[in-house]
């Protein structure tokens, strides 16, 4: 700071300006306290909110459709969806899902494009069967016209171009960073092979497949690149290259090994190569366009598909519309969780208020005693709540039992009131009652019993004096309890899993269900992300009606 | 229950005492009559027997023999229920004996108005005990699940309902079997051993994080404070099913899905609130001018701590302990997704035998666990009472 000001600035005891020793001391101060936050903030960073925006990066993530059919995806970019895609494309699909049936990975992308369009994964599961007996057409033909081509060690040779050759690196690294997109894992290390540079350029196609082959050899199954004979897919790109006539001649002025054998390869009669229809005959369901279009759609890395789904909409090639009528659940779950939640807030707001009045203006030795019956359910264990609720609500339960003994109920037309949404309402208003309770009271302690006198003697009747005076002050109670409580029963998943069947369940139960059952990770991701927002939403107002640091414990 | 009386109690007239009290009676008599096959006869009858009772009490004996005309009608109500019902019949019998003994009187001699202001009208005091009532029935609906879990666990059947033995006060029907399954069932001790090696480490995790970071968000010159404590209670406020998808998906990137170290990690996050708010509440009343005057007399900062901050704040420190031990010990959701079969806990394990309803273990368990947390309630009640005491000497 630049003080030059008449007086000059006041200084402390050392001599330096005021202004800066006390800012010095301010900031020390502030480190000290960030210091002692530092390593707890650094902790729920890692252990919960990194696990939330992973949650969210997986609603809308997507890769799994690019990185198993990279060449598909990049040929259906212009298919214009109005029928069966073209031998190209058939092509790039077959080598595709050649690599991808090697790495076991080709089911996976079947499952998951079957959460869009069901039927798609047995389409895979069976063509991926049948790619190696597609190719081995081809690795038949070549074979005959030369034993050679049997030979893993004439194959390393021959695609690493000789001895000396110049290297294509790039090739060797783009297919082996593919590799570690489809294995999701880092591979690094000299694999014993590089595609020399001027045999990728004349074979394109050969070189690719071998260099996937090579990669995957050495890193996935630990094997010696120079002592694996190569997947039929290699033969098969091997006849793609020779049906161009150009490789021909470019052959013709080939110096490098086996450079013989391919002119040879190259002259005689190959089979036709047919992907299309050889892929339509390993599964007739690969002529169906809308497949097709399911692939397309969700090729892209991202995509908005688990949220239109938890939404119960779709994407159509005529954009995003709503699901038929049958498919539609999410909307009636959601539906379901806001009505069942708003149920029990009401009943624990029409339960609690009596208890927290009661509490409130008792002589403190008798609401203390009471208070502790208000404090046992809320301190005893969620599960034996729970328990204790499957008991008293059964068919033959506690509830049912002394009715049929009193004789209200007929022993043969006992009540249901388990595995609908009556046994989930009764049992979550009781375990959140506690939380309405709790609120309300330390509010409505602070209203003066005094008010309600003076109204009264002021002429107002009872219900006026409570209803003008008393009741408007008590509102704040009303909201903090209420706002905890529908935000506690939103989420909820134990109780309505167990007292809830199937009509009483909650969105969480859904997402509980993706998770662990139908392993949809990316829709339960999505549908969470949605439960997320509305808590959040919640609980900033929440903060702005009660502020976070006025919540209490016990 | 004041001691003293608002209003002088006076005896109400006839006419209106025996038709409240042969109401009451007759209510009564709804039930046993129901339970005998007609409701309209036992209304009836309860109404009549009861209007004659309170005739002879009030008028015939009057009150100078109260105490033993309420003896007698006791007595009449159990062996009335021994003749119904036989033993739970004297249980019953008991109850409504004592009620109603002092009932008559309470009515009769319109003891009710006692402890009431004299000017309220005769609606008001109807509306006073009414809410009474209502409140009463609210508190049964909260207690009664809890209780009713205990006597169903020393059930000698497999079944989680109460058998005729039981009803019957048979001790054939009552057995410690299921305690002795708790004990014995390698399962189940494994799931408590879990739960065991789970919380206190989650809860000591929790709690060493949380003081640190409570005190420093109590100095005043934090920045960002609120953003800081919006993350820090995160936790609790965003739904379980939400936290566990989350910890699921990330922690099986990282490799620790399923492991014991994972479970801890996870637990000892929704823990941390808990100890967060509980000590930053006790830290509002902490006097800063105590820290300052340990510094003056050459106390250095850790010194300061343990011997002049950490003694005031520790009953804080211990409820916010046990709120985290009792989230975790308690906790289901997460462990069912962190952990895998290997970490399987007490909760975990009661919530899977609830879904398949295998065998009233559960309630055995869930006894034990009601035990512990009426200990845990009763520790934490006389930790708030002594950190107010405390609070109280210190000056300022």
């Known amino acids: 700071m630049s003080d030059t000001t008449q007086t000059g600035p006041m200084l402390a005891a050392d001599g330096t300006p005021l202004k800066r020793s006390l800012r010095r001391a301010l900031r020390a101060q502030k480190m000290r306290a960030l210091a002692l936050i530092a390593p707890l903030l650094i902790f729920v960073l890692l252990t919960f909110i990194a696990p939330i925006v992973d949650m969210l990066f997986r609603s809308v993530e997507n890769q799994i459709v690019g990185n198993t059919l990279p060449m598909t995806v990049e040929e259906l970019r212009d298919w214009d969806a109005a029928d069966t895609p073209d031998e190209q494309v058939f092509r790039a699909l077959f080598f595709d899902l050649f690599l991808a049936a090697e790495a076991k990975e080709h089911t996976k992308l079947g499952s998951r494009l079957n959460y869009e369009e069901s039927g798609i994964s047995s389409l895979f599961r069976t063509s991926g069967r049948d790619v190696a007996d597609i190719g081995e057409v081809f690795q038949d033909a070549l074979e005959e016209i030369d034993p050679a081509f049997e030979e893993a060690q004439v194959w390393a040779e021959m695609m690493s171009g000789g001895a000396g050759a110049e290297a294509n690196t790039r090739l060797l690294s783009n297919q082996i960073g593919r590799l570690e997109q489809l294995e999701s894992s880092a591979f690094n290390g000299d694999i014993g092979f590089v595609p020399g540079a001027e045999i990728s350029e004349i074979l394109p196609n050969t070189a690719r497949a071998y260099a996937a082959f090579a990669g995957f050899t050495y ?5 010696v690149v120079a002592e694996e004979e190569p997947w039929e897919a290699v033969y098969a790109a091997l006849a793609v290259d020779l049906e161009d006539p150009a490789t021909a001649t470019a052959l013709a002025s080939y110096s490098g090994p086996s450079a013989d054998m391919l002119r040879a390869a190259a002259a005689a009669e190959l089979p036709p190569i047919d992907m299309k229809a050889a892929m339509i005959d390993s599964n007739k369901d690969w002529a169906r366009p809308n497949f097709w279009e399911t692939i397309q759609t969700y090729s892209p890395p991202y995509t908005t598909g688990y949220f239109l789904n938890a939404v119960d909409m779709e994407k159509t090639p005529n954009g995003i519309a709503l699901r038929s009528e049958d498919e539609r659940i999410y909307g009636i779950l959601f539906k379901r969780t ?42 005893t264990s969620l599960l034996v709540r729970t328990s204790a609720w499957k008991v008293m609500l059964q068919q033959q339960g506690v509830i049912n039992d002394v009715l049929v003994w009193l004789g209200l109920v007929a022993d043969e037309s006992r009540l249901v009131m388990i595995n609908n ?28 019993q005094t008010y309600l006198r003076a109204a009264k003697s002021l002429g107002a009747t009872n219900w006026t004096a409570f209803w ?49 059952s139908s392993l949809n990770w990316g829709l339960a991701a999505a549908l969470g992300t949605i439960l997320l927002a509305v808590v959040l939403i919640l609980y900033w107002a929440y903060d702005k009606i009660v502020g976070i640091d006025n919540v209490k414990l016990g | 229950m004041n001691g003293f009386t608002l209003t002088p109690v006076e005896t109400k007239p006839l006419s209106f005492a025996l038709p409240v009290i042969g109401a009451a009676g007759g209510f009564a008599g709804l039930f046993v009559g129901t339970a005998h096959g007609s409701g309209a006869m036992g209304i ?34 159990v062996i009335t229920g021994f003749l119904l019902a036989a033993l739970p019949g004297i249980v019953l019998g008991v109850l409504s004996g004592l009620f109603f003994s002092w009932f008559i009187f309470w009515i009769g001699e319109g003891r009710y108005r006692a402890n009431l202001a004299p000017y309220l009208t005769s609606g008001q005091v109807l509306w006073h005990y009414t809410f009474r009532v209502i409140c009463g029935a609210i508190f049964v609906f909260l207690i009664t699940p809890i209780l009713v879990v205990m006597p169903l666990s020393f059930n000698a059947q497999n079944f989680f309902t109460f058998t005729p033995e039981m009803l019957r006060f048979d001790p054939a029907g009552y057995s410690l079997k299921h305690y002795q399954d708790f004990f014995t069932s390698s399962g189940w001790q494994q799931a408590l051993r879990n739960s065991l090696a789970i919380a206190p480490v989650a809860t000591l995790l929790s709690v060493s994080f949380g003081t640190l970071a409570a005190i420093g968000l109590s100095s005043e010159h934090v920045p960002f404070r609120r953003a800081i404590m919006a993350i820090l209670i995160s936790p609790m406020i965003v739904p379980l099913i939400i936290s566990a998808a989350g910890m699921y998906f990330f922690y099986s990137r990282i490799g620790l899905q399923g492991t014991y170290f994972g479970v801890v990690l996870a637990h000892a996050a929704l823990g941390i ?41 520790l009953p804080g420190v211990i409820s916010g302990g046990l709120f985290a031990f009792i989230t975790s010990f308690d906790e289901v959701v997460v462990v069912l997704f962190v952990g895998s079969a290997n970490q399987q806990t007490l909760p975990w394990r009661m919530f899977t035998g609830l879904r398949e309803q ?16 009426i200990a845990l309630l009763t520790t934490l009640e006389y930790l708030r009472r002594r950190s107010e005491r405390l609070r109280g000497m210190s000056p300022g």
Not at chain 1, 219 to 223: A, I, T
Not at chain 2, 51 to 77: C, D, N
Not at chain 2, 279 to 308: C, E, I, K, Y
Not at chain 2, 358 to 372: D, E, F, N
């Open chain 1, 219 to 223: 890193f996935v199954d630990g094997d």
């Open chain 1, 338 to 379: 806001m009505f069942m939640s708003l149920m029990i807030t009401f009943s624990c707001v029409a339960l609690g208020y009596p208890i927290a009045w009661l509490l409130a203006n008792l002589p403190s030795r008798t609401s203390n005693l009471l208070m502790i019956l208000v404090l046992l359910p809320f301190w």
């Open chain 1, 421 to 448: 949404q009556f046994g989930t309402i009764v049992a979550m208003t009781h375990i959140l009652l506690p939380f309405m309770i709790l609120p309300m009271y330390s509010v409505m302690q602070t209203i003066p």
């Open chain 1, 468 to 516: 003008r005076v008393y009741f408007p002050q008590s509102v704040p109670g009303i909201g903090a309890g209420s706002i905890l409580v529908f935000i506690l029963a939103i989420g909820y998943y134990i109780t309505p899993e167990i007292v809830g069947g199937t009509t009483g369940t909650f969105i969480s139960n859904r997402i509980a269900y993706h998770i662990s």
């Open chain 2, 44 to 77: 009836a009858i309860g109404a009549v027997a009861l209007i004659l009772l309170a005739y002879l009490a009030l008028v015939v004996f009057g009150l100078g023999q109260e105490k033993v005309t309420r003896w007698g009608i006791f007595a009449l109500f």
């Open chain 2, 273 to 313: 609130p808990f100890v967060i708010i509980t000590v930053t509440a006790t830290l509002v009343g902490f006097d800063r001018s105590l820290t300052r005057a340990a510094a003056n007399m050459g106390a250095d900062p850790v010194t300061t701590f343990f011997r002049v901050q950490m003694p005031l704040i």
């Open chain 2, 358 to 373: 295998i065998s009233p273990t559960i309630l055995a368990v869930a006894t034990i666990l009601v035990v512990i947390s």
